[in-house]
């Protein structure tokens, strides 16, 4: 193998496997390294998000969902089914096979474009120089590369007061393998990792109680739209208690106890298995040598500009790794943002403000620019409009109607700011916004449309409707 390379990109997680293909089609000569490894001891590609997130807890929550939907929504159909029954080894086996499929999907890519694929760590040395130890036990190995782009992703916060145990005391990774339904779960976190795991548990029959230090849900989403998914997953049986700081965890005869403090009061609460789910931060601890000439800020995360370049103009940082939501779409558009700025194209940039997030509960949880309580904050001239899943004929025909649409927008020049929504398929309804925002559409762009009938998106439609008070399924404001 030559040494020498246009373009070294180390992780190969979304972000990383993005740049590499993109500069790769770009007729540069690149590598990634990559240091993870599965289960049975095999390098693979893809990362946090298909390895250990985004991939193997969609499959989970699919299954979960089904289960619940078996059990408890059939009969309304007129569908009797009797003798539901989990096997958990099966859905496990049906997680790693989905995962695999599309590890070894990311290899062949790399091969198909020509991307040198280095199992093993890497390390920026400085000046040019990455050092990449093999996975195979060979020696250390000096590279050479014009440019480089670290993707290193994340690793899940740990805390003191809830170590791990990697038996009743686990992180996502362990969450996302339990051999068996634990009767009691604990979750530390009510993000959305917290909140997506604690619902595949819960729905397969673990009685889950999450543990939240803050007063407040969901913070970046609407606070109609938070309330009304809060109110919906306690429905459910997701039991979240707020302003419950965790002090303490016992472990002893396969269970644990767990002291938090709420309202200055000490509490406790005894569980089989824990999550810890307090969030993520960058993995950059055994990245960068001394004396690499790129710096951290002041949160521990390579610290870059718009166009993730970092303090070393040779290097380029990018996902989880540098400011901005921890998301695998964010991590991946900055990937082939960078790899066609190496490329030669000087005015790639990204939009920043357009940014959709999901939390894949059920119904799903999805926005997109700016909520209610942050148009104030910012003293945006605002007007809002929302429409009710109730009234939808898509949505009842499905047994799905439950949920809300909140559009957001200028008072004066009606551009849409932003849309939350809590209902069925919002992951996919949040696309059309998204899109909207992109093309700086306003209000009336989407009253114009004309939304297939019936369809979910139609709640889309009259919420811009309801923005000026002309929704047709719903009773008019007063007006003034
Ligand atoms: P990563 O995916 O973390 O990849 C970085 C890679 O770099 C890793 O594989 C690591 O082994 C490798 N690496 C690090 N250091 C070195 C080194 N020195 N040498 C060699 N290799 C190295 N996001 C979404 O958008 N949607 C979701 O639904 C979603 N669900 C999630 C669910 C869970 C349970 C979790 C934990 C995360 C989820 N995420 C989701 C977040 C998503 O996984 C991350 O935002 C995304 O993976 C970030 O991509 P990345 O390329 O920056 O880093
Ligand atoms: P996120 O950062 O979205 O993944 O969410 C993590 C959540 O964990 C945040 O809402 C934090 O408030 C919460 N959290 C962090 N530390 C603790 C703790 N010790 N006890 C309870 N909740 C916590």
Same mark, same amino acid.
């Given at each position: 193998m030559n040494d020498t390379f246009d373009l070294i990109v180390i992780g190969?997680?979304?972000?990383?496997?993005?740049?590499?293909? $993109?500069?790769?089609?770009?007729?540069?000569?690149?590598?990634?390294?990559?240091? $993870?490894?599965?289960?049975?001891?095999?390098?693979?590609?893809?990362?946090?998000?298909?390895?250990?997130?985004?991939?193997?807890?969609?499959a989970l929550l699919d299954t979960s969902h089904h289960y619940v939907h078996t059990q408890h929504e059939l009969a309304a159909h007129g569908i009797q089914v009797s003798n539901v029954a989990l096997d958990v080894a099966a859905m496990m086996q049906r997680k790693m096979s989905i995962v695999e499929k599309l590890t070894q999907g990311i290899s062949g890519l790399f091969k198909a474009n020509g991307v040198e694929n280095l199992a093993g760590h890497g390390k920026y040395l400085g000046n040019k120089k990455v050092?990449?130890?093999?996975?195979?036990?060979?020696?250390?190995k000096i590279l050479t590369a014009e440019h480089i782009i670290i993707a290193g992703g994340s690793e899940p916060v740990q805390i003191s007061v809830a170590p791990l145990n990697n038996e009743t005391i686990v992180d996502s990774t362990g969450a996302l393998a339990f051999a068996a339904v634990p009767k009691r779960l604990g979750v530390i976190g009510a993000g959305v990792i917290g909140l997506e795991l604690g619902s595949v548990w819960s729905r397969l029959g673990a009685q889950t109680t999450i543990l939240e230090a803050q007063d407040v849900f969901l913070p970046l989403t609407d606070e109609t739209i938070s309330r009304e998914a809060l109110r919906t997953f306690k429905k459910q049986g997701l039991d979240i208690i707020?302003? @419950?700081?965790?002090?303490?965890?016992? =472990?002893?005869?396969?269970?644990?106890?767990? $002291?938090?403090?709420? !309202?200055?009061?000490?509490? =406790?609460?005894?569980?089989?298995?824990?999550?810890?789910?307090?969030?993520r931060r960058p993995a950059t601890q055994t990245l960068l040598a001394?004396?690499?000439?790129?710096?951290?800020?002041?949160?521990?995360?390579?610290?870059?500009? @718009?166009?993730?370049? =970092?303090? !070393?103009?040779?290097?380029?940082?990018?996902?989880?790794?540098? $400011?901005?939501?921890?998301?695998?779409?964010?991590?991946?558009e900055e990937g082939v943002m960078v790899a066609e700025l190496i490329a030669g194209h000087k005015k790639t940039t990204m939009n920043y403000e357009v940014i959709p997030a999901v939390v894949y509960t059920h119904p799903e949880v999805a926005w997109v620019g700016m909520s209610e309580q942050e148009a104030k904050a910012r003293g945006e001239n605002y007007k809002v409009g929302s429409f009710s899943f109730a009234a939808n004929g898509r949505a009842m025909a499905a047994q799905e109607?439950?949920?809300?649409?909140?559009?957001?927008?200028?008072?004066?020049?009606d551009r849409i700011l932003g849309v939350h929504i809590f209902g069925p398929q919002a992951s996919e309804i949040i696309?059309? @916004?998204?899109?909207?925002?992109e093309f700086g559409a306003s209000v009336e762009d989407l009253q114009l449309i004309i939304f297939a009938h019936p369809g979910l998106s139609e709640v889309l439609h009259e919420a811009a409707l309801a923005v000026d008070n002309k929704a047709i399924h719903m009773a008019p404001r007063k007006r003034k």
């Amino acid at each position: 193998m030559n040494d020498t390379f246009d373009l070294i990109v180390i992780g190969a997680g979304p972000g990383g496997y993005h740049a590499a293909i $993109r500069a790769a089609q770009l007729g540069l000569k690149t590598a990634c390294i990559e240091k $993870r490894m599965d289960g049975k001891n095999n390098a693979v590609l893809g990362g946090t998000c298909l390895n250990v997130g985004c991939i193997p807890s969609k499959a989970l929550l699919d299954t979960s969902h089904h289960y619940v939907h078996t059990q408890h929504e059939l009969a309304a159909h007129g569908i009797q089914v009797s003798n539901v029954a989990l096997d958990v080894a099966a859905m496990m086996q049906r997680k790693m096979s989905i995962v695999e499929k599309l590890t070894q999907g990311i290899s062949g890519l790399f091969k198909a474009n020509g991307v040198e694929n280095l199992a093993g760590h890497g390390k920026y040395l400085g000046n040019k120089k990455v050092e990449w130890t093999p996975a195979n036990g060979e020696g250390a190995k000096i590279l050479t590369a014009e440019h480089i782009i670290i993707a290193g992703g994340s690793e899940p916060v740990q805390i003191s007061v809830a170590p791990l145990n990697n038996e009743t005391i686990v992180d996502s990774t362990g969450a996302l393998a339990f051999a068996a339904v634990p009767k009691r779960l604990g979750v530390i976190g009510a993000g959305v990792i917290g909140l997506e795991l604690g619902s595949v548990w819960s729905r397969l029959g673990a009685q889950t109680t999450i543990l939240e230090a803050q007063d407040v849900f969901l913070p970046l989403t609407d606070e109609t739209i938070s309330r009304e998914a809060l109110r919906t997953f306690k429905k459910q049986g997701l039991d979240i208690i707020f302003g @419950a700081r965790v002090t303490g965890c016992e =472990t002893a005869q396969q269970q644990v106890m767990v $002291r938090y403090e709420k !309202n200055g009061e000490a509490q =406790t609460l005894t569980v089989d298995k824990l999550i810890v789910a307090v969030g993520r931060r960058p993995a950059t601890q055994t990245l960068l040598a001394p004396g690499s000439g790129v710096n951290l800020d002041e949160r521990g995360f390579i610290h870059v500009d @718009a166009q993730c370049k =970092t303090s !070393n103009p040779n290097v380029y940082a990018i996902g989880d790794i540098v $400011r901005g939501p921890m998301l695998a779409h964010k991590a991946m558009e900055e990937g082939v943002m960078v790899a066609e700025l190496i490329a030669g194209h000087k005015k790639t940039t990204m939009n920043y403000e357009v940014i959709p997030a999901v939390v894949y509960t059920h119904p799903e949880v999805a926005w997109v620019g700016m909520s209610e309580q942050e148009a104030k904050a910012r003293g945006e001239n605002y007007k809002v409009g929302s429409f009710s899943f109730a009234a939808n004929g898509r949505a009842m025909a499905a047994q799905e109607n439950m949920g809300t649409v909140k559009i957001i927008a200028h008072q004066e020049t009606d551009r849409i700011l932003g849309v939350h929504i809590f209902g069925p398929q919002a992951s996919e309804i949040i696309m059309q @916004a998204v899109i909207a925002l992109e093309f700086g559409a306003s209000v009336e762009d989407l009253q114009l449309i004309i939304f297939a009938h019936p369809g979910l998106s139609e709640v889309l439609h009259e919420a811009a409707l309801a923005v000026d008070n002309k929704a047709i399924h719903m009773a008019p404001r007063k007006r003034k």
